[in-house]
């Protein structure tokens, strides 16, 4: 069973930086549909970007609040997924957690546990 590690998250100011990870245990496979989502306290759980195959290359999705300030990649040799956050706001304080899932129905998905972004001064 493959899991998925979150690290990187932590206390930081407005206006600034943070790169998340996620490390898979074991093998993930280049096509599998990778992705970031967050839950604030008392919110609902939102997908945050997500990096997509496209035949040979990846395709981005990122929600509205954090294009232009949020990148997603991967790396597949290492198994692993990045967030790399800038203009961090307050409102982006949430438990950001990864996911990766097959793209066939009923396929594999494997989710982390999650790891704290406070955004405070």
């Known amino acids: 069973q493959v899991q998925l590690v979150e690290s990187g998250g932590g206390l930081v100011q407005p206006g600034g930086s943070l790169r998340l990870s996620c490390a898979a245990s074991g093998s993930i496979s280049s096509t599998f549909v990778m992705g970031w989502y967050r839950q604030a306290p008392g919110k609902q759980r939102d997908l945050v970007a997500q990096?997509?195959?496209?035949?040979?290359?990846?395709?981005?999705y990122y929600s509205g609040s954090v294009k232009g300030r949020f990148t997603i990649s991967r790396d597949n040799a290492k198994n692993t997924m990045y967030l790399q956050m800038t203009s961090l706001k307050p409102e982006d304080t949430a438990v950001y957690s990864c996911y990766a899932a097959a793209r066939y129905p009923g396929g594999e998905e494997y989710w982390g546990r999650g790891t704290q972004v406070t955004v405070s001064s």
């Open positions: 990096i997509i195959p496209a035949g040979t290359v990846y395709s981005t």
